[in-house]
């Protein structure tokens, strides 16, 4: 169970996958957390899910998220992370539906959802400051 695993076990980090359409963005600010905090915790940025289409191009959203959602439970059930976290191009609703699909699949899995918006308005110096001050309280709860 997630919950119960070493927190700086280099041998068995935490697995992390995030839920960001810009994966390339998410692998390095991810990095910088990492590194920001691996005198307390190992973690390993397992996975990300993206999304192969544009949602402002998308009649019906539902439909893209519903893909994501597909995409988030084949993500979860292969890798069995200890951690989830959502980028904050999601609404709150779809937050909360990614981090239900994750619980679903993954007991204890600790999951986390940047505010909506948080990149665009602050940059990612604000998204690496959020989880860092965030994700030690997520861990130890």
């Avoid at 920001?36 to 998308?58: F, G």
């Avoid at 890798?79 to 619980?103: G, K, N, R």
């Avoid at 899995?109 to 909506?116: D, E, N, S, V």
């Avoid at 990149?119 to 690496?128: I, L």
Wanted: with cysteine; glycine share 4%; proline share 7%.
């Amino acid at each position: 169970m997630a919950s119960t695993k070493p927190t700086n076990d280099p041998d068995n980090p935490l697995k992390l996958v995030t839920v960001n359409t810009a994966p390339e963005r998410a692998y390095r600010l991810i990095g910088r957390v990492i590194e920001s905090l691996n005198d307390r915790y190992s973690i390993v940025h397992a996975d990300n899910v993206d999304s192969k289409h544009d949602v402002s191009s998308m009649e019906n959203k539902d439909l893209h998220h519903a893909t994501d959602i597909d995409n988030v439970r084949s993500t979860v059930e292969k890798v069995q992370p200890d951690l989830l976290f959502c980028a904050s191009m999601w609404t709150p609703e779809q937050s909360e539906q990614i981090q239900a699909t994750a619980h679903e699949l993954v007991p204890g899995i600790k999951t986390m959802a940047l505010p909506q918006g948080l990149q665009v308005q602050r940059g990612p110096d604000a998204v690496v400051e959020y989880i860092v001050e965030k994700l030690p309280g997520l861990i130890e709860s």
